[in-house]
């Protein structure tokens, strides 16, 4: 188990809705990736916050955004929802920009109907 | 965008037996990792290998690197239930760059 929280674990949402997700860091670490799996593929990398600043982004749509905590604990925003949206949402920490040391939270279920 | 893919799809192996997982990327890495994931649930770091190391082991995983063919290698011995799970292949090109997951292979180890 890795010191990376999330929630909700699941969540049901409708299309054109908008959706919070949350995530801890562990313990030291100051950057916070997110990923979005669709079922059966790989993650794909949305962004990467450190200190507090978007620090990179995916090919993902101005309707994802997210924040960054002085605490380092992070938040993803999707708006006006789509079905394609339903996913597994997976948030990582790591020291520094070092994503060669990602410690993954166990994801939240996103279902969009 | 996926960076390549894992070979097989998916894999059914009897307990006991080796299990081999290929992975194939498309542009220069800095390193290459392999990660574990159970039921749709968060990833596990198995193993990292750079750039230029061309074997690594840790308990029973062996993964192997071929920058000239740009692929990768991951072997579980002597398999056990307990090991199925989806395997994905992840690289970066500086360290610093997102990581870029293949598709994974999925592993069923049948008692």
């Not at chain 2, 990792?33 to 039921?39: C, D, E, I, K």
């Not at chain 2, 074997?55 to 307990?82: C, F, M, N, Q, Y």
């Not at chain 2, 690289?91 to 610093?96: A, F, K």
Request: charge should be neutral; include cysteine; glycine fraction near 8%.
């Amino acid at each position: 188990e890795t010191g990376v929280t999330q929630s909700p674990t699941h969540l049901i949402k409708t299309r054109g809705q908008q959706v919070t997700l949350r995530c801890s860091s562990q313990s030291g670490h100051n950057t916070v990736s997110w990923y979005q799996q669709a079922l059966g593929q790989g993650p794909q990398f949305i962004f990467q916050y450190y200190r507090e600043e978007e620090n990179g982004r995916g090919n993902f749509p101005p309707r994802f955004s997210g924040l960054q905590f002085p605490n380092y604990s992070s938040e993803l925003n999707v708006n006006a929802l789509e079905l394609d949206d339903s996913a597994l949402y997976l948030c990582a920490s790591s020291t520094g920009q070092r994503t060669y040391e990602q410690y993954f939270g166990p994801g939240t279920r996103l279902t969009v109907t | 965008s996926q960076q390549g893919e894992e070979d097989p799809q998916a894999l059914s192996i009897q307990e006991g037996e080796n299990a081999t997982m290929n992975c194939s990327y498309k542009t220069s890495i800095n390193n290459l990792q392999w990660y574990r994931q159970n039921s749709g649930r968060g990833l596990v770091h198995l193993i990292l290998i750079r750039s230029n190391e061309r074997e690594k082991h840790s308990g029973r995983l062996r993964v192997t690197l071929d920058t000239s063919k740009k692929s990768s290698s991951l072997l579980i011995t002597a398999s056990r239930a307990a090991d199925t799970a989806s395997y994905f292949c992840a690289t970066d090109d500086s360290g610093n760059t997102p990581l870029v997951f293949g598709k994974g292979t999925r592993l069923s180890v049948i008692a």
